[in-house]
């Protein structure tokens, strides 16, 4: 039970609950101010504000085949212990991932936290299918998309995404497919696209993963662009995850791989990725002149393609990309907001984003996205109200996730049991030396 705390409940958007009671019984709200049960742990919420725990719409969430083929002797050095990968998730109160690449091992990571093994967030799994040659799911013609929709969808996957290289026909089939099974779709706009655009626009394309699927159809980058991609987009009914942090990552590590080595949180991931973002970093390798200049100009368009979006009234919401290098799944979610309202959003709306509209796009706003009776016990205490800065989401006290606590104490022990660990094995996983132990 949390006493006197500040609800910002999200449904209605606007309502604050000053100095109320929140009963959680099991995993879920059972009250707000209503009786208050005999023998309860009481937290006290003085001068605390309390927000639905936070949604990420864009994850890749690392498997122990990460690396695919590239790393044929990676086991058994390289095992992601699922709660490492979880923690600094939870930590930072995003209580729902979105992962857009699964695979088998995703599931077993969900069955993982399910079983309560493991605490870790709801994982919303997404099948990708893309065409052209190559492992994965791969569809060239209509008939094989609409069977890899069907596939997807009786292995249990909750999403299809649709990847850069599908041919016009196999897409439109799979939009078609994955519609009439009732199976929602995000991803790319296929590069078939180029120079008509419009055509991707299909009815239930679902959302647009990244803001830069849009800036790829504008060489001028010019507000008017903008404005017709939020034209499109709204006239179509497809949502929109800019993932501006990947690009504002992206811009960042091209123009100098310190911001990758200074990042504070990067004692957080598991010392592989670290190796690999460090020393073998394909945006440092690809740094250009010209791309130094272009990814800052590309940050600055994609906070204007939010601007023309918000007015056009397409909902936009908070995904990160998390996994791509730079990119810390949990932290992420916080720069994520953060520029959201540098981009125009005002601190509700982005709370908004990563709450209860991608709940609403999921299906699952019964359960979750919003402080209310009856819904799933995903809650974050803050020290203070993110409604006057964004920021203060990153001011955590505690996180309720499936009405598990962690409070401040165990999210700080979590954190640094994980970054010593981390530190300890260093050596044990530089990118380079397993690379050279696979090509004997
Ligand atoms: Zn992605």
Known sequence: MIKNVNVITMNPLTQVLEHATVVIRGSRIES???????????INGKDKWLIPGLIDMHVHLPTDSYF?????????DVAFATQDLMTPIVANGVTTVVDLNSTMETFAQKKEID????TGPRIVLAALVNGGAGAGRIANTAEEGRSLVRNAKAEGYDLIKVYSKLNVETYQAIIDESSKLGVKTIGHIPNAFQGKLDQAFVPLFGMVAHAEEFSKHSESLSVQDAQ?????????????????????????????????AQSP????VHPLFQSKWLTANNYVKNATP????????LVQFHFELVKAFKEAGVPIVAGTDAGVSGVIAGFALHDELELLVKAGLTPREALQAATLLPAQWLGIDSQIGSAEVGKLADLVLLDE????????????????????WWDKNKIGTMLADLAKRNAASKDKFDWKKTISRKSK
């Open 32 to 42: 707000i101010n209503g009786v208050i049960p005999d023998k309860a742990q009481i």
């Open 68 to 76: 695919g083929p590239k790393l044929p002797t990676q086991a058994p």
């Open 115 to 118: 079983k309560g093994h493991v």
């Open 228 to 260: 017709r991609f939020a034209k499109l987009s709204k006239e179509n009914g497809t949502w929109l995850s800019p993932t501006l942090t990947t690009m504002d990552w992206i811009a960042k590590q091209t123009i100098s791989i310190d911001s990758i």
């Open 265 to 268: 949180n990067l004692k957080y």
């Open 290 to 297: 010209e791309n130094k200049e272009y990814y800052p100009k």
């Open 385 to 404: 109200n993110p409604l006057i800065d964004i920021k203060n989401t990153r001011k955590i006290a505690g996180v309720f996730i499936n009405g598990t």
